[in-house]
Every structure is written in structure tokens, then in C-alpha cells.
């Protein structure tokens, strides 16, 4: 293929051989050059997946319940909630009077930057309550007395 260019107001006569070599032989003005095209990236052409339509079906997911391990429980504080590591009680969520449900969150005990809740492992009335926000408690200590209900 043969043409005549302008570039910048000088003209060359331009010769090309073919664009399939690699390299392709260009004569530019009667000089022999070689240009060295770049591959073309060609995009992967995109695959289609079919995914079989599924019948909706239920699932269940069992709801985790909490239970008091042997080691929460020390003589003598069957009806108390007991620091279960040393810290700083954040809140309490409860007064003197009020009815606890297993499980529920009596108070919040903060220890290595961390807060954890304290729940009741025996349902009942709280009947005294031995610590305030802002205390700081031991391991073991107990914090909140519940009497079960009769």
C-alpha cells in the first residue's frame, strides 16, 4: 500500500508491506523501517452460566440458648449474677422489685476494654442489688441477688 503524507507542512511518500508481519516493513521515502505493532489484549469472550431455577424451600437456623456454665455458679451464690472476670460495672438495668426472666441482661461489666453482659441464670424477683455504675468489682464478686419465685 502506498500513500503520500503531510506532517508539519513536510511531505513523505510512504510505503507499507504487509500489516500481518511482524514486523511490518514500512519505506518512508525510500528508507527501510521496521515497526513492531503491539498485540492486541483480545477480552475473554464472556461465558455464560446457567444456574437451574431452585424450588424456594424454608430454612431454619436453630437460635443458640444460653445456660450457665458450672463454673459461673460458686456455692452460695446459686441466686446471685457473679463477676465473671474482674472490671467496672457500667450499668444497671435493673432495681430492687423487678421481675428477671432466664437469660435476661441484668448489668454490663466492662473489663479489658471490652463490655460484657451479665445475665440471669434462674428466673425471680431481684431483691438486692450490691453494686453501682462506675464500681469497680472482682472476680467472683457477687453483684446481683435474684430470689426465684415460689
Not at 521496521?34 to 455464560?48: D, G, H, L, Y
Not at 452460695?76 to 423487678?98: C, F, H, Q, R, Y
Request: hydrophobic share 45%; glycine share 6%.
Amino acid at each position: 500500500m502506498k500513500m503520500n503524507l503531510s506532517v508539519e507542512g513536510k511531505s513523505f511518500e510512504v510505503q507499507v508491506g504487509d500489516l500481518k508481519a511482524s514486523p511490518v516493513i514500512v519505506l518512508v521515502d525510500g528508507e527501510r523501517m521496521e515497526v513492531w505493532p503491539e498485540e492486541e489484549k483480545v477480552a475473554p469472550a464472556p461465558v455464560a452460566v446457567v444456574v437451574p431455577p431452585v424450588a424456594p424451600s424454608r430454612v431454619t437456623v436453630p437460635v443458640p440458648v444460653w445456660k450457665p456454665r458450672k463454673t459461673d455458679v460458686l456455692p452460695g451464690t446459686e441466686n446471685s449474677v457473679i463477676a465473671p472476670i474482674p472490671g467496672v460495672i457500667v450499668s444497671v438495668d435493673v432495681k430492687v422489685g423487678d421481675r428477671v426472666v432466664y437469660g435476661q441482661v441484668v448489668c454490663l461489666l466492662e473489663a479489658m476494654k471490652m463490655r460484657n453482659p451479665l445475665r440471669v441464670a434462674k428466673p425471680g424477683i431481684v431483691t438486692e442489688i450490691k453494686v453501682q455504675a462506675g464500681q469497680h468489682v472482682a472476680y467472683h464478686e457477687a453483684l446481683i441477688v435474684v430470689t426465684p419465685e415460689a
